[in-house]
């Protein structure tokens, strides 16, 4: 099934890739004041206490390079990657970005500790075996990898998981009814894997990993055509349920690091509003 799941996805690229660059739009994601580069910078900015000029990052399923192109405008030495070369290619061929790889995240060609970071935006969903993927760029890495997702609403908020709870004990296909896209795929073909701090917590202990970095934050609507005014209201108004914890975040954005980071990597972290989590060693292994 997983090798369905990557065929497809490549198909989709191919697909996508037959008409792009062919309009001015294609460009948006490149393109500062645009209100979809305005949104996937609301994901970007959020790297931006680790990207410093000179580190070395591989974005992963980095369908057309934007993620490569934000970073590298910051200085960082980035390669794009992705299952498919069929829009990469273009974006290259476009000056938008230095390089790229084609690649399974599953299978990475490159040897342990090859980048400072890796940098998974939306892609994560797409995998047909998250976990998988998820020890491969912590192989890749040498300090951290960034994981920036939809979050697990009921991972999130007790309320609902105690709803849960409270319906599986009559019928465990009662919330399914109630909730139509409990369980959701794409129209590519993969299921929708969001995620929830609470799995990194423990893959991350699990491998002996020192600190996890995370923040809920809310993005904003790529499918709705607005202006950026109007999505920055938005973003606003669902912070504020989120804060007062009416509603959960939209997104989760996690740094699993696989060294301990430096206290001014660590201080600009917090200003950025990310809340971070010490691991204790292992206390049976040394």
């Known amino acids: 099934m997983n090798q369905e799941s990557y065929q497809a996805h490549e198909e989709h690229i191919v697909q996508r890739a037959a008409s792009y660059l062919q309009t001015d739009a294609d460009l948006s994601l490149f393109r500062e004041g645009d209100v979809n580069y305005f949104i996937h910078r609301q994901f970007w900015q959020l790297t931006d206490a680790l990207a410093k000029p000179g580190t070395r990052w591989l974005?992963?399923?980095d369908l057309y390079g934007a993620d490569a192109a934000y970073l590298q405008?910051?200085?960082c030495d980035v390669l794009a990657s992705d299952l498919s070369d069929a829009i990469l290619s273009k974006t290259k061929a476009g000056n938008l970005i230095r390089d790229y790889s084609v690649e399974n995240v599953e299978k990475l060609s490159f040897p342990d500790r090859t980048f400072d970071y890796v940098y998974c935006k939306e892609a994560y969903h797409?995998?047909?075996r998250p976990a998988l993927g998820f020890y491969e760029m912590i192989r890749v890495c040498r300090r951290a990898v960034v994981i920036q997702e939809p979050l697990d609403p009921i991972a999130q908020m007790p309320l609902l998981l105690f709803i849960r709870n409270l319906l599986d004990r009559f019928d465990t296909g009662l919330l399914r009814r109630l909730w139509k896209n409990q369980y959701s795929f794409e129209t590519v073909g993969n299921y929708v894997f969001k995620i929830s701090l609470r799995e990194f917590e423990k893959m991350a202990c699990?491998?002996?990993?020192?600190?996890?970095?995370?923040?809920?934050?809310n993005p904003g609507n790529v499918g709705a055509a607005q202006t950026i005014e109007q999505q920055t209201r938005k973003i606003r108004f669902r912070t504020l349920l989120s804060d007062l914890s009416l509603?959960?975040?939209e997104a989760l954005?996690?740094?699993i690091f696989k060294e301990k980071p430096t206290a001014e990597t660590v201080q600009e972290l917090v200003r950025q509003g990310y809340r971070m989590l010490d691991f204790p060693p292992n206390p049976y292994l040394h």
Request: aromatic share 12%.
């Open 59 to 61: 974005t992963v399923g």
């Open 73 to 75: 405008r910051r200085g």
């Open 126 to 128: 797409h995998f047909p």
């Open 206 to 217: 699990g491998m002996g990993l020192p600190m996890i970095a995370y923040k809920g934050f």
């Open 247 to 249: 509603l959960p975040s």
């Open 253 to 255: 954005s996690v740094v």
